[in-house]
């Protein structure tokens, strides 16, 4: 109405759609992902509200029809509608149960899909016990890590010093890492920049350092 006011438009045509909640719901997220690029933070979120709607309008399952049943129908309807499979549609969905620190991770690329829907299985405090370790070791767990820290979670034995042992096994092709106290750098950044920003400043801050040395050398 602004707009049209600022524009001399003394009419605005519009189409008025009545509609539930749900259906409100449903057409926001189909809306959100036709966008380009989206963050799978974006699609699990949207995935899962668009399940919770459809379940809703669903209602109760008719006679001799589980809920099991219901819930992965409705999941194959939104898989089919956005080309993706029924299991890849959980698999996103999943990632709603990742703390945020882990999930902005996912965002940023710096743990893969795989190994981050393994991690959402672990409880919370879990969770904050590997980004202290994560954090200490600047390095992130492989898919074969993730899924060893999964079973001794649902062993109840999962606990700090199994992630750090965990975190430490070599991985396949795994090039040799020289370590830095995480003291000793700290002083250089602001508290709570993400490892791998520190890890490239440092990068740059040595080639920067090899360039002058050969200029000095000419």
Same mark, same amino acid.
């Given at each position: 109405?602004?707009?049209?006011?600022?524009? =001399?438009?003394?009419?605005?045509?519009?189409?008025?759609?009545?509609?539930?909640?749900?259906?409100?719901?449903?057409?926001?997220?189909?809306?959100?992902?036709?966008? @380009?690029?989206?963050?799978?933070?974006?699609? /699990?979120?949207?995935?899962?509200?668009?399940?919770? /709607?459809?379940?809703?309008?669903? !209602?109760?399952?008719?006679?001799?029809?589980?809920?099991?049943?219901?819930?992965?129908? &409705?999941?194959?309807?939104? !898989?089919?509608?956005? =080309?993706?499979?029924?299991?890849?549609?959980?698999?996103?969905?999943?990632? &709603?149960?990742?703390?945020?620190?882990?999930?902005?991770?996912?965002?940023? !690329? +710096? *743990?893969?899909?795989?190994?981050?829907? @393994?991690?959402?299985?672990?409880?919370?405090?879990?969770?904050?016990?590997?980004?202290?370790?994560? @954090?200490?070791?600047?390095?992130?767990?492989? %898919? /074969?890590?993730?899924?060893?820290? +999964?079973?001794?979670? @649902? %062993? !109840?034995?999962?606990?700090?010093?199994?992630?750090?042992? *965990?975190?430490?096994?070599?991985?396949?092709?795994?090039?040799?890492?020289?370590?830095?106290?995480?003291?000793?750098?700290?002083?250089?950044?602001?508290?709570? &920049?993400?490892?791998?920003?520190?890890?490239?400043? *440092?990068?740059?801050?040595?080639?920067?350092?090899?360039?002058?040395? +050969?200029?000095?050398? +000419?």
């Amino acid at each position: 109405r602004l707009a049209a006011q600022k524009l =001399g438009l003394p009419t605005v045509p519009v189409l008025v759609r009545e509609m539930t909640d749900d259906e409100a719901v449903i057409l926001m997220v189909d809306s959100n992902l036709q966008r @380009e690029n989206l963050l799978p933070s974006e699609k /699990a979120f949207a995935y899962k509200m668009k399940l919770e /709607a459809m379940k809703r309008q669903a !209602g109760r399952p008719k006679k001799n029809q589980s809920q099991v049943a219901t819930k992965y129908d &409705t999941a194959s309807v939104i !898989g089919h509608e956005s =080309g993706e499979s029924r299991d890849t549609v959980f698999r996103y969905i999943r990632l &709603t149960n990742l703390v945020p620190p882990l999930l902005q991770m996912v965002d940023e !690329g +710096r *743990i893969a899909f795989s190994p981050a829907v @393994e991690l959402s299985y672990l409880p919370e405090a879990e969770q904050t016990a590997l980004l202290e370790v994560m @954090e200490g070791e600047i390095r992130t767990p492989s %898919h /074969a890590q993730a899924i060893k820290m +999964r079973s001794f979670s @649902e %062993h !109840g034995k999962l606990n700090p010093d199994v992630i750090l042992s *965990i975190m430490q096994e070599e991985k396949p092709n795994q090039v040799e890492q020289f370590k830095i106290p995480r003291e000793r750098i700290d002083k250089f950044f602001k508290p709570g &920049t993400p490892a791998q920003k520190i890890e490239d400043t *440092i990068v740059k801050a040595l080639e920067l350092y090899r360039k002058r040395q +050969r200029e000095m050398e +000419r």
